[in-house]
């Protein structure tokens, strides 16, 4: 969810062109600490623009769901549907009055909610109590309860006409068993309609406390002032404890494939296994090597062999994404129903070929020097230097994450990709789900 402001874009409006390169060439070190209430706070300076970024997250995404998939995003949806006996609607005029923008979000890790808002304090500081009452004083009401659990039932029965949608459900559910990652972010029809209205304030109680949370500030604002804002935004919350770590995730024993039916147009096919966590030390070479793979676009092996030379799929691809515990590695590509078998076939000739041969030297050389080219824009505006710290924060990367990424990026060698991918990646034993019409899949 996102609550524009008019106010906000008129007064961006105003400052006219800003040169982002300068920022990125200009970014301050992160700095670190903790509130008096155990969050962790991760800090930039940014005086190019009167702006102040800030994002709490907490270790509450859908896999601490348990037994009713579905909670973790209702919980963090119904934060901003009211607090401290404000109204939605209450809460978003006071926000258009201060020239604010409110957002949230949930995923498998972790949910969040964030704020942006100029640094005039006149602006500011009521932004930030009014974050700060969001964070720790939900109305929860049964009013919003059941109209929100509805809207999420709604969006599931949506999401089956979205064959892509489908697809990524089995495949996450195939793939992680009875682990936590299995729990989709949105839930299922069974989950929310078990969710009673005190599970929602139990999940608030337990996990959106103090020492479960990082506090992400990117702005104009001095250490004093971050500090001060910080301590605001906590001070309301409970202490708390960090959330306990996720168990670890298995890998495969062997190769299985799964066809789901569909009336849909194309053929979707996904190819995967569990990839690698966030600080994973070979996240850079398998980072790189997956660009020449399938994450370079055009350029890229899967792309070449399957669009270009066989004109097989318009979109074919590789991703890694890593998590707290091993995200996936996901293969993927749509095709018409007539080529799904050809289709596999290649994608899967290719990722043998390139675990055994790995990249070539050309192909290396570009690869480094297109991701180290395109770091600047990496951090080229203050939200987007928010969603790094954020991250680095939540997942305990080193602080000098962003300041020794092009480095990283230029040690890895062939030897490393060729050696990562040959430990880290298991051709003959990968899941592979293919959604498509009855007549092409069965379950």
């Known amino acids: 969810m996102v609550i524009e402001s008019r106010s906000m874009l008129r007064w961006l409006g105003a400052l006219g062109l800003v040169f982002f390169a300068a920022v990125a060439q200009a970014m ?11 969050a962790r706070v991760y800090f930039v300076p940014a ?21 009713r998939p579905g909670l973790a995003r209702l919980t963090n949806t119904l934060l901003t549907q009211g607090a401290a006996g404000l109204s939605a609607d209450e809460v978003a005029a006071r926000l258009e009055g201060v020239g604010a923008r409110l957002g949230n979000g ?39 309860f059941e109209r929100e659990r509805e809207r999420m039932l709604v969006g599931l029965k949506a999401l089956k006409a979205r064959p892509g949608a489908v697809a990524q459900r089995a495949f996450y559910a195939a793939l992680y068993g009875d682990h936590p990652y299995a729990t989709p ?23 959106y406390v103090a020492r479960n949370a990082v506090v992400a500030i ?18 309301g919350l409970a202490e708390g404890r960090r959330a306990p ?31 690698m966590r966030r600080g994973d030390p070979d996240y850079f070479p398998l980072y790189v090597g997956n660009y020449v793979l399938g994450g370079g676009g055009l350029v890229s092996r899967i792309s070449q062999e399957i669009r270009e030379k066989r004109g097989l799929s318009y979109s074919a691809y590789s991703y890694f994404l890593p998590m707290a515990r091993r995200g996936p590695l996901v ?21 043998q070929r390139f675990v055994s041969e790995g990249p070539t030297a050309k192909e290396l050389e570009a690869a480094r020097r297109h991701i180290t080219g395109g770091y600047p824009l990496r951090i080229d505006s203050n939200r987007k230097i928010l969603d790094y710290i954020a991250m680095i924060g939540f997942y305990g990367l080193p602080l000098d994450y962003l300041e ?24 003959d034993r990968m899941l592979t789900v293919i959604l498509g019409p009855a007549d092409k899949a069965s379950e």
């Open 28 to 38: 301050a070190p992160i700095q670190h600490w903790e509130t008096a209430q155990g």
């Open 47 to 67: 005086t190019e623009l009167p702006m102040v970024d800030v994002r709490v997250v907490f270790d509450a995404g859908s896999a601490r769901d348990g037994k």
């Open 106 to 144: 949930s995923q498998r890790d972790m949910a969040w909610v964030g704020l942006r808002s100029l640094s005039d304090p006149t602006r500011l500081d009521p932004a930030i109590s009014l974050l700060a009452d969001i964070l720790a004083k939900p109305n929860f009401s049964a009013a919003d």
């Open 185 to 207: 972010p949105e839930g299922t029809e069974e989950g929310l309609a078990g969710i009673e209205r005190y599970r929602v304030r139990d999940f608030h109680r337990n996990y």
């Open 218 to 235: 990117v702005g104009d604002l001095d250490r004093k002032g971050a500090e001060a804002l910080a301590e605001r935004l906590t001070a």
């Open 245 to 275: 770590p996720l168990p670890e995730v298995r890998p495969l024993a062997e190769g299985r494939e799964l066809r789901v039916p569909h009336p849909s147009t194309q053929t979707h096919i996904l190819m995967g296994e569990p990839g």
């Open 331 to 351: 293969l993927g590509l749509q095709t018409r129903n007539e080529q799904a078998d050809e289709a596999l076939k290649v994608l899967r000739q290719t990722l």
């Open 404 to 427: 020794r990424f092009n480095e990283r990026v230029e040690a890895v060698t062939l030897e490393r990709v060729k050696d990562a991918f040959a430990r880290r990646v298991h051709p």
